[in-house]
């Protein structure tokens, strides 16, 4: 008996320090690089602002910086991304235009609470920009918002779709069950019409029925999609809200750059089953690049669809209202609505000699994301980090993440010419299988084809993948995975994930500690 317990008891030491060693192996994802209390939502509710998006910084191989105009700009796209949009041009609680603080310096508070804008559309999805854009900067992805902005006593930030939203100025909305309090700001497409053919397009989740701040449609009476009798069906597709740090340097890469980086990967991309291809223009030809399908080719063309469809306010680029139900327009609300000012008085033109007030918002937002710099990396990676960037590459995931591309040799701008863009992403579009698919085809991307995500800022996103099913990056690699099923081929990242599967537990958490180094 003696002899007995002794080696239970060896027995039971050898089991704990099997445990404690697997343990200490396992690999996890450690989360969002400096934590959400330091940026987005938990800098309100230190009192400490939001930071603003980063200015592009010096061209490294010129030295080229942005001149005293394109800063002016972009200093002013922060302000007219940041206002709060009312319904009518009458009815905003502040003065139109940009808010300063006495020193004529940007004003350091977001999200802004009384409306200094107009514009906002009877269907819309949010009622100002860095809304959706705000983690873990102001133009980062999605992130939390205090849901009572200039309240004494500010709330713990959350998603900014669970109360601030919908219920703005009193309106009647119902939250749907798939915005959940501290979960992802999510957007909603419908695959399927009511006759069965396909859909694709966003259905606004808000309606301005109800507004306490507008009595010209005070008869207004739209209501929302049945979202719980379409996702009961099946019929829902998620998609968040991207980053648009780093947007214009994006755009600054030629489509010869694009397909020479991939055109050099072809002999390690094939023993791996790696294909892909862009997505194309159907005007030009020409690359697309923005968008979880790159269904858009310019961060122009993204600035008038994200106006009009995600707050439904109209512009040149996309002059129809989503709703046009009268009811809910008022009577003297101009359509298109957010358009280069040419009036005889400054009532509304705010100074017409002043190029920054001449142009629309719409416009000013796309030449913010112009000279928003790249996601900054952490300046002092760990050493496991540094072992994870050579395993990335090993591992076959640099095959679709690009870790570099050029810009154009010549620009316009200089601060934007041949300068590095280390952007993680091929900009081609790959089949991600069964277990991705969104059902939803845009241009030449199919419904289980997706963007290469840019992965530089990964660091700091709480969310990850098209319908941010996951906060865990482990998670996020893992779901890459799919086999072949009769509606959709394998996954392109099959054989990388199952390379990925094979290393060692603190080989991929060396991987892990890399992406929350970008």
Known sequence: MKHGGKSAQKIAIACALLAFSSGALAQKDPGVRGGIQNSGGGLQQQGIPIPHPPLISPNPNTGATVND???????????????????CDDCADVTDGS????????????????????????????????????????????GFIVPNPGGSKPLPAEN????????????????????????PIREVRFKRKSDGTPDGGVHQLWTVRGSTNDTTISNCALTQPDFAAEEKAGNLAFRTPLQMLGLGLIESIQDREILAQHDATAALRGPVGITGHPNRSGNDGTITRFGWKAQNKSITIFAGEAYNV??????????????????????????????????????KNQDFDNPLHLMPDWQQFQ???????????????????????????????????????????????????????????????????????DDISQGQAGGDEFRSTPLWGVGQRIFFLHDGRTSDLLQAIQNHFSPATPKYPASEANGVVHKFNQLSPVEKQAILDFLRSL
């Open 69 to 87: 105009n394109e800063r002016a700009s972009f200093e002013e796209g922060i302000l007219r991304a940041g206002q709060l949009e009312s319904t």
């Open 99 to 142: 808010p300063v603080t006495g020193a004529g310096e940007l004003d350091p508070m977001f999200p802004q609470f009384h409306t200094n804008s107009n514009g906002l559309g009877a269907r819309h999805n949010a009622d100002q920009c860095f809304v959706c854009h705000a983690q873990p900067s102001l133009g980062g992805s999605g």
């Open 160 to 183: 900014p779709q669970f109360r601030l939203v919908p219920h703005r100025y009193g309106r009647q909305n119902i939250v749907p069950s798939f915005e959940h309090q501290f979960g």
């Open 310 to 347: 995600e707050m439904g306010i109209t512009n040149e680029a996309f002059p129809t209202a989503t709703e046009e139900d009268p009811d809910c327009q008022g009577p003297n609300k101009p359509e298109p609505n957010d358009v280069v000012r040419t009036d005889a008085t400054n009532v």
């Open 367 to 437: 030449i913010l994301m112009r000279f928003t710099d790249g996601p900054a990396p952490d300046p002092n990676p760990s050493e496991r980090a540094k072992k994870g960037k050579g395993l990335f590459a090993e591992t076959g995931c640099a095959l679709c993440h690009t870790p570099q591309m050029q810009t154009a040799p010549v620009m316009n701008s200089p601060v934007l010419q041949n300068r590095p863009v280390n952007l993680f992403s091929d900009m081609f579009v790959h089949h991600m299988g069964s277990r991705l698919a």
